[in-house]
């Protein structure tokens, strides 16, 4: 299991990674959700990310319309969050 991100080069890579040149209309435009990476839980997950709508149900991910995704890359700031929540009372402690 690992829940990091390799670069092409990478020697460590195998065909099981997903490789995310293969869905050019999805990671057009990409950003990381940081989930299960600091101290990575075997099953939990991993590799999530917010990118491009295509269409279709994502594998995990989550993804929005492509204009939607734009402006929201030109609004993120330094050290912004995206924030996992179950319900309504997880939001009001934000």
Do not use: W
């Amino acid at each position: 299991m690992r829940n990091i991100i390799l670069g092409r080069s990478a020697k460590k890579s195998n065909k099981a990674d997903e490789h995310l040149i293969d869905y050019p209309t999805s990671y057009q435009y990409g950003i990381v959700i940081n989930y299960n990476t600091a101290k990575p839980k075997k099953g939990a997950g991993s590799a999530f990310f917010l990118h491009v709508d295509n269409g279709k149900p994502t594998g995990g991910c989550v993804s929005i319309p492509k204009a939607k995704m734009k402006k929201l890359m030109v609004s993120l700031k330094n050290k912004s969050h995206i924030i996992q929540m179950s319900n309504q009372k997880q939001l009001k402690s934000y």
